[in-house]
């Protein structure tokens, strides 16, 4: 799960950001840009989520082989 979310945030991010220079190029529409970096926090907050999820699941692992 943690892989999945790491993977969809990067390239949700990606194409959202490729979007985002795009309104820069082309017509600047106000919002087509908020919603293109709301989308950029929601895919951070997807890798974020991730990075925790694989944290915490190695400190799982460390716990269970101390024992």
């Not at 979310?5 to 985002?20: E, K, N």
């Not at 929601?42 to 974020?48: F, K, L, Y």
Request: charged share 15%.
């Amino acid at each position: 799960m943690d892989r999945f979310l790491f993977i969809f945030g990067l390239i949700v991010f990606f194409f959202s950001f490729v979007f985002l220079i795009f309104n820069f190029i082309g017509d600047f529409d106000s919002m087509v840009m908020a919603i293109s970096i709301l989308v950029m926090l929601n895919a951070s907050i997807a890798i974020g989520i991730s990075e925790l999820l694989l944290r915490t699941k190695g400190k799982a692992s460390e716990s269970r082989s101390g024992d």
